[in-house]
């Protein structure tokens, strides 16, 4: 007969270890193959059965959460690397919004998930979006500020801008200038011109 304390922790262990596998496979998958996988194929090359897969993970959108979180981490660190090191900030603007556009791209077709996060509370990567949406409101708030950003351009339009360059830049017509020439084109409608403030385009 098994210690009841023993058992508990070996089942905890037990569940840690699955988690992280399937993470890893997971990590994989979407690498090879974009976030638009099956997640039953998942579970297969992970060696477990769908049940397993759903207990950890419920839906496409907490496992693509799941592993998000270390790559959170590292874009909290650059956060914190540039408003250590930059004292423009507009520049300190532009290069959080390139950090962001790179963790946009860790797999493909992700920008459309977080896109979609924006609209569905229950999301579990929603509270990462609107996390991420109040870090580029305090960096384009210091750029108003300054008068180096237009006054009517909101963080949460930032974000979509910046899902929406990552996206093109995973389509097919998109080429290894692609991603400088958009995100030059972003900040361009963004930035304070050096002659003046520009008003706001017409709707």
Not at 126 to 151: K, M, P
């Amino acid at each position: 007969m098994g210690v009841p304390g023993v058992e508990g922790r070996r089942s905890r262990a037990d569940k840690q270890r699955n988690r992280t596998h399937i993470l890893e496979v997971a990590e994989e998958f979407f690498a090879e193959r974009g976030i638009t996988g099956s997640m039953d194929a998942i579970a297969k090359r992970a060696g477990v059965g769908p049940g397993t897969l759903y207990r950890h993970f419920p839906n496409r959108e907490a496992l693509i959460a799941a592993l998000l979180r270390a790559r959170d981490e590292e874009l909290d660190a650059r956060r914190l690397a540039i408003q250590g090191d930059e004292t423009d900030s507009s520049t300190a603007l532009a290069q959080w919004l390139e950090a962001l556009s790179e963790w946009a791209t860790a797999f493909d077709g992700l920008p459309e998930p977080l896109r979609a996060a924006l609209t569905e509370d229950t999301s579990p990567l929603a509270i990462t979006c609107q996390g991420f949406i109040s870090v580029t409101e305090e960096f384009l708030l210091a750029a108003q500020r300054d008068g180096g950003a237009q006054s009517w351009v909101r963080a949460r339009d930032l974000f979509l801008s910046t899902l929406a360059t990552a996206w093109a830049c995973g389509a097919a017509m998109a080429d290894e200038s692609s991603h400088g020439a958009l995100n030059a084109l972003m900040r361009s409608g963004w930035e304070t011109p050096a002659g003046g403030r520009r008003g706001m385009p017409d709707a």
